[in-house]
């Protein structure tokens, strides 16, 4: 494999490589993604609470038509008449009289407390809304700053890939192939020469018996087993 071409472009697509670490790496990148993570949970945070106040409105409209029922059934015990019941149909009608009287208090109880808890719902909603707002404003300031940085990288970012895109008409398409696929797996340099008095790749790890006996003559290459790196001998 002819080599020059590649470790040409290699050389000036460093210095982008060193470009779009120190953006990636910047404050301002990492603002950004702090306030992505926040607006997320903050989002999921309102998701959450609109699931929770449907189920609680939900389960206040069943309690309601229980308690409905109930009442209805508490009137109907009301109108019967009880002057010539007996003493035991007085002592079965008061047992069920009470029976309906605690079941109706446990409803509105029930009732009471879901109301309590579609307020807390209310609350912490309102207070995610707050919080989705500010926020928003301190993603959207990063964002601002991220972009300033990325527009004052500009012009050197467009010098290098014009160079990169002259070197690269020199270089096999099968050769880009194997670069790329290194340089996209933050494997750079993705070309390296053999360390000869260690045998070894970039990595440090040396490389096995048979990937050295395919390296002897310059322009050999060899992928090292524990990084992926494309080694060469010079």
């Given at each position: ?17 060193a470009?779009?670490?120190e ?18 949970e903050?989002s ?29 059934k ?23 009289a009470q ?29 995610k ?45 099968d050769?880009?192939e194997?670069y ?32 050295l ?13 524990s990084?992926?790196?494309l080694?060469?001998?010079?």
């Amino acid at each position: 494999m002819k080599l020059d071409s590649i470790l040409a472009y290699q050389d000036v697509d460093m210095r982008l490589y060193a470009l779009e670490k120190e953006v990636s790496g910047s404050d301002a990148s990492k603002l950004v993604a702090k306030y992505r993570e926040l607006m997320k949970e903050y989002s999921g945070g309102l998701i959450r609470s609109n699931a929770e106040m449907d189920e609680a409105v939900k389960l206040a409209k069943r309690q309601a038509d229980e308690l409905v029922a109930l009442e209805a059934k508490i009137d109907d015990m009301a109108h019967i008449n009880i002057e010539d019941a007996g003493i035991e149909e007085l002592e079965l009608y008061e047992k069920e009289a009470q029976k309906l009287a605690a079941e109706a208090d446990a409803f509105k109880r029930a009732m009471d407390e879901n109301e309590a808890q579609m307020k807390k719902i209310l609350q912490n909603f309102d207070e995610k809304v707050k919080q989705c707002a500010v926020c928003k404003k301190k993603l959207d300031e990063a964002n601002a700053a991220f972009k300033q940085l990325i527009d004052s990288k500009g012009e050197e970012v467009t010098a290098i890939k014009r160079r990169l895109a002259e070197i690269k008409k020199d270089v096999p398409e099968d050769v880009m192939e194997m670069y790329i696929k290194r340089r996209n797996g933050k494997k750079m340099p993705a070309f390296v020469p053999l360390n000869p008095e260690f045998k070894a790749c970039r990595c440090g790890v040396k490389l096995l018996d048979n990937a050295l006996k395919n390296l002897q003559n310059p322009g050999d290459v060899v992928e090292c087993q524990s990084c992926g790196r494309l080694v060469y001998i010079k």
